[in-house]
């Protein structure tokens, strides 16, 4: 098992025109669940073929444990068959000439493993994903979620120092999805081994990740354990990525009150805010920021009630447990969550928010303003 | 309202169906045109060949006297016999030459195919497109220069040297086909391959070739094919003692122009081993030739 250390690291292609991955600094602990986290095309999977050897940074350096992996120099490059880690592809990868067993067995056969060690780590992996039925078959013969368990099958009977996962579940259906995250998680951490995982699934990376690596256009917006991201996003990207659904935005006026306090007004309403946020609102008074609301962090209020927010009710969704419900407010399509047994009945309501739960955002430079 | 809407749809569906069938007597008017072509068709490409396997089992009078096409009034395999007489040993020198030559331009061809479809190097395109080129290039123009090669290399009229220069001289076509194929293989393999602990020529070894056999098996054949059909290089760079059935079969022509029998005789032993090959590998020929068009799974 290894840390793995990340310093300053750039991909480019076409002679530095196109930056892939631009200065990224990062530190997984040894047997740390990493998650690289971000839509499509922002570097994920290219930070993670760097860490496996499959492609090579432009600048920087790659370190597991303290030996240098890759530097800006091509000599100290370790080429992916010398760095002992494991990776599970989101096509599977498994070799179409052999058999399930075979599949299982060919890295440690190349690592020249004794035949009856090999066949004792295929064998108790097989049987702890349940594919021992399955070990004499071609992967042609084999249906998409048993595919999937053979690739991590693979990827866990050897002894590597790092898994890389590069959106293994992405293939499977919802219910197998869940099954095989909580599987995956399990045996994760009973190994100890220090992972890296590759997703734009944000719930997948809620739930398994001890730390998230939300990266946007080649960059880290930020890095942290998931409730970090979730409860202090530090822009509004993070805010939008994290949680469904997305959180609720209001342009809103800093305004000062008589009694040396701030408020937030729009057209609509006023958020009186707690004197404990007067340093942060300073700079903004008078000024317009984005205010941000989780569709968790409502709840029903009473006419006449302070800090409460009218709205009238377009649609509600039932989710089972509780109900999403949109509403609007002034020109703005507003979603909360509603946890009660019944879901509101009145046309107009008022909502008000948890006030010690706002994410205030400088609405040019979209960093989170309250610390 | 829906239903009946559906049922109505479904009755012009029904109509239009039935409109496009043509009657009965159209369509086989139809057929016996297709059956009628394809038989001239037939007709006109197995004639020689037909013609040549009659002749073949005649008797030298007897060709003398009936028509080239008709089943001879009485079998003979008096053609065959003296046709292998004179041929035994050139034929034994086309196989050496065909499987030296084909096994050498289909592990070079191989070897370069999977290096330009899998790895990426400094000049590889420029590589791949001189290599194009190269199989555009008419044998004779380098016929000199290669005869003082060969010479040079001590390899005039021997085997040996046939068979190098076929290897060499067919390795560009082979990696252009090759190259082809290789590039079906997921590029996703060849990375998972890297990670679980092998070098390029492992993955060569132990991915590409296994999952690509058709296709290794196709440009064999295609290989042995042309080198145990090809003339030029066999008449410049072979003398006696390297002379393959195709010069041995056009000399028997030359010295006994009227035994017409042992000459078609000579010409069937010659064709029946490529035959043999593509009845044989026919549905592998198929497959390979096919490759392309599906993604390898």
């Known amino acids: 098992m290894a840390s793995i250390t990340i310093k300053d690291m750039s991909v480019s292609y076409t002679k530095g025109k196109t930056h892939v991955i631009d200065g990224m600094n990062l530190q997984v602990k040894d047997g740390e669940f990493c998650v690289f986290l971000g839509p499509s095309g922002c570097g994920k999977s290219t930070a993670m073929h760097c860490i496996a050897g499959l492609l090579q940074p432009t600048k920087g350096q790659i370190l597991f444990g303290h030996t240098v992996m890759s530097s800006d120099g091509k000599k100290d490059f370790v080429p992916p068959q010398e760095r002992n880690i494991a990776m599970v592809f989101q096509e599977y990868a498994l070799y179409p000439n052999m058999t399930v067993r075979k599949n299982m067995s060919f890295a440690l056969e190349t690592k020249k493993t004794p035949k009856d060690e090999i066949a004792k780590r295929v064998d108790s992996m097989a049987q702890m994903l349940e594919i021992n039925p399955l070990l004499d078959r071609k992967p042609s013969e084999l249906s998409g979620g048993q595919r999937q368990r053979v690739a991590l099958g693979r990827a866990l009977v050897r002894d590597p120092q790092v898994f890389l996962l590069d959106e293994p579940l992405g293939n499977l259906d919802a219910k197998l999805r869940d099954q095989v995250r909580y599987e995956l998680k399990k045996i994760q951490a009973q190994l100890g081994v220090t992972t890296i995982y590759v997703t734009h699934d944000q719930t997948e990376a809620m739930t398994m990740a001890d730390h998230i690596v939300l990266m946007k256009d080649g960059h880290i917006m930020q890095q942290g354990t998931p409730n970090e991201l979730y409860d202090h996003p530090n822009c509004l990207f993070v805010a939008g990525f994290l949680g469904t659904p997305q959180m609720n935005n209001f342009d809103t006026e800093v305004v000062e009150r008589a009694d040396d306090g701030y408020c937030l007004r729009t057209a609509n309403f006023s958020l009186t805010v707690p004197k404990e946020m007067n340093a942060c609102l300073r700079d903004y008074a008078g000024e317009t920021i984005v205010t941000g609301i989780r569709p968790s962090d409502f709840e029903l209020a009473e006419e006449g009630e302070t800090d409460a927010i009218p709205a009238v009710v377009d649609s509600i969704e039932p989710l089972g447990d509780a109900f999403l419900v949109y509403v609007t407010v002034g020109k703005n399509v507003v979603v909360f969550k509603y946890t009660k047994e019944n879901a509101p009945t009145a046309k107009e309501i008022m909502l008000k928010p948890c006030i010690a739960k706002l994410h205030l955002f400088d609405r040019e430079s979209t960093k989170r303003i309250n610390v | ?297």
């Open chain 2, 1 to 297: 309202m829906e239903r009946r809407i559906s049922i109505e749809r479904n009755k012009q569906d029904q109509a239009t169906q039935t409109a496009k069938i043509r009657p009965r007597w159209h369509t086989y008017a139809l057929h016996a045109i297709y059956y009628l072509l394809m038989i001239v068709f037939v007709v006109f490409y197995m004639l020689p060949f037909w013609g040549t396997l009659t002749t073949s089992l005649k008797s030298n009078s007897e060709v003398m006297t009936s028509n080239p096409v008709a089943w001879p009034q009485q079998v003979t395999g008096e053609g065959y016999v003296s046709a292998f007489e004179e041929l035994s040993g050139p034929l034994l020198n086309s196989v050496f030459i065909t499987l030296g030559g084909a096994i050498g331009s289909v592990f070079l061809g191989s070897i370069c195919a999977y290096a330009l479809s899998k790895w990426k190097f400094k000049f590889g395109n420029l590589f791949f497109i001189l290599l194009v080129a190269a199989t555009y290039l008419p044998y004779q123009a380098i016929l000199i220069p290669l005869l003082q090669t060969i010479n040079a290399l001590n390899l005039y009229d021997n085997v040996l040297g046939l068979i190098l220069v076929h290897s060499v001289f067919g390795m560009s076509m082979c990696t252009v086909m090759m190259r082809g194929y290789y590039s079906d293989v997921p590029d996703v393999l060849i990375k998972q391959a890297m990670i679980d602990g092998n070098g390029p020529w492992q993955i060569y070894r132990k991915i590409v070739l296994p999952n690509t056999k058709i296709a290794t098996i196709t440009v064999f054949v295609f290989q042995c094919t042309s080198i145990w059909n090809e003339m030029l290089f066999a008449l410049v760079l072979g003398g006696y003692s390297s002379k393959p059935a195709t010069i041995a079969l056009n000399e028997l022509a030359g010295t006994m122009a009227a035994e017409y029998n042992v000459q078609m005789a000579g010409s069937i032993l010659l064709a029946l081993p490529v035959l043999i090959l593509y009845i044989f590998m026919g549905k592998y020929l198929i497959r390979g030739y096919m490759a392309g068009a599906v993604t390898a799974s």
